[in-house]
């Protein structure tokens, strides 16, 4: 059996006010081949955006994939490593039995992740990691402008033959 291919994958989320315009970014890395994604929202949260990062750069993969994940959010990290288990347990609520937020994120996110081998790691944000760096630039690439009401979603670049 062929081993699964290995991707890593730098996401970050961005957002002007908290709700207001947010943006999400995410680089994935198969090799030398390299994919970057990035979108947005006209009204969100910071949360949200840094959730869509991951969910979008995994929906991205078209296969099995032994995945490393580096993220600056422990909201992401320690949600979908710790806290999750707990809030399917409960229906979806926090231990305090209240709603837990963003669960229609979590749960996609959840749901692609059972489909992947997956390593989560937290990096500082804004500490000279160039992955980092690269997937906030892409964040706030997504940021909509005034005029863009509904968002903007896209692919920046690819470099190499991407078979993914």
Known sequence: ????????????????????????????AFGEIEKE????????TNNRMELL???RALESLKCQCAVQIYTDSQYVRQGITAWIHN??????????RKPVK???????????A???????????????NP??????????????QPAEAGGREGMAARRGHDSR
């Open 114 to 128: 059972a489909q992947h081998h997956i390593e989560w790691h937290w990096v500082k944000g804004h500490a000279d």
């Open 53 to 55: 990062a991951v969910i």
């Open 131 to 144: 992955g980092n760096q690269r997937a906030d630039a892409l964040a706030n690439r997504g940021v909509p």
């Open 37 to 44: 994604l990035f979108g947005g929202e006209a009204n969100t």
């Open 102 to 112: 963003n669960a229609d994120l979590w749960q996609e996110l959840d749901g692609l």
């Open 1 to 28: 059996m062929k081993p699964a291919p290995q991707v890593v994958i730098y996401s970050d989320g961005a957002c002007k006010g908290n709700p207001g315009p947010g943006g999400w970014g995410a680089i994935l």
């Open 87 to 96: 809030w399917k347990k409960n229906g979806w609520r926090t231990t305090d």
